[in-house]
């Protein structure tokens, strides 16, 4: 079921999702399913995949109508605030919705035959009017469009030393605010970084995405805006030594225990 709901009317359509009768984008209720998703699936441990597996054959449970709301043409008229909210909240949609398809699965990395990656590379997803990759998103759309290097903190690609998902969707009237959360989180979380002692480590991410970071001074730089003392101090002392740690790609799902439906 998932499979048509992602794929149907694959064709370049010219209908925005005003057109077809739906909210726009720029209405936050637009996200409303996306809302009633995350609260559905989202614990602070993880998300609950099969709780979403079970909204697949469903064409009205969140999931599905998040997902037809993502297929037509954005509008012409979007700020760049409401388009970037539209592609973060994307790609997170269809990550989960893509991973809910597979589970139960351990790990993005090698969840499809081929390429240890090839769940970001599959052309699968209707969005915006056209079929399109994760990494399309990231790559193409957010990351050189909006040059945003909090958008790293923001999108969540199902794995355990991502930045976590958000538990509400990314709104362009809140989306500084939001951002700027995220962000600070991701910096002082314990778990993803580690600079409380040595040797002292930082997210991978860091190092894969490093240029991004080179407009806001550096990543060391970058992350001394959201850090709390005394570990901005730390980080930013030219004699602190910082590595990378490890990425790890298992799936950031929940425990099962915490995945009872919430009444």
């Keep these: 079921m998932l499979s048509a709901l992602l794929t149907l009317g694959c064709s370049r359509s010219s209908v925005s999702a005003e057109q077809v009768g739906g909210p726009s984008p720029q209405d936050p209720s637009f996200y409303a399913p996306l809302t009633e998703l995350l609260a559905l699936s989202q614990r602070p441990e993880g998300v609950c995949y099969a709780l979403i597996k079970a909204q697949l054959a469903d064409p009205i449970s969140p999931l599905s109508r998040q997902l037809?709301?993502?297929?037509?043409?954005?509008?012409?008229?979007?700020?760049?605030?409401?388009?970037?909210?539209?592609?973060?909240?994307?790609?997170?949609?269809?990550?989960?919705?893509?991973?809910?398809?597979?589970?139960?699965?351990?790990?993005?990395?090698?969840?499809?035959?081929?390429?240890?990656?090839?769940?970001?590379?599959?052309?699968?997803?209707?969005?915006?009017?056209?079929?399109?990759?994760?990494?399309?998103?990231?790559?193409?759309?957010?990351?050189?469009?909006?040059?945003?290097?909090?958008?790293?903190?923001?999108?969540?690609?199902?794995?355990?030393?991502?930045?976590?998902?958000?538990?509400?969707?990314?709104?362009?009237?809140?989306?500084?605010?939001?951002?700027?959360?995220?962000?600070?989180?991701?910096?002082?979380?314990?778990?993803?970084?580690?600079?409380?002692?040595?040797?002292?480590?930082?997210?991978?991410?860091?190092?894969?995405?490093?240029?991004?970071?080179?407009?806001?001074?550096?990543?060391?730089?970058?992350?001394s805006t959201y850090l709390k003392e005394p570990l901005r101090a730390t980080l930013l002392r030219d004699s602190t030594p910082v590595g990378y740690l490890t990425y790890d790609w298992s799936l950031n799902q929940a425990p099962a225990e915490r995945c009872a439906p919430i009444e």
């Excluded at 809140?174 to 409380?196: E, G, W, Y």
């Design 68 to 223: 037809q709301r993502l297929k037509p043409p954005l509008p012409t008229n979007l700020s760049p605030h409401e388009e970037l909210a539209y592609w973060v909240n994307a790609y997170n949609t269809l990550m989960l919705a893509r991973v809910a398809e597979l589970w139960p699965v351990k790990s993005v990395k090698g969840a499809l035959p081929g390429a240890p990656y090839a769940i970001f590379k599959e052309k699968r997803f209707e969005v915006a009017g056209q079929r399109r990759s994760l990494d399309e998103l990231e790559h193409q759309l957010i990351r050189p469009r909006f040059k945003d290097p909090r958008v790293h903190a923001a999108l969540n690609c199902a794995s355990a030393s991502c930045p976590p998902l958000a538990s509400t969707p990314f709104l362009p009237t809140t989306l500084d605010a939001q951002l700027d959360q995220v962000a600070r989180s991701f910096v002082n979380d314990p778990v993803r970084q580690r600079l409380q002692r040595a040797p002292r480590a930082i997210s991978m991410i860091f190092k894969w995405y490093a240029q991004d970071f080179q407009a806001s001074g550096g990543v060391k730089v970058w992350m």
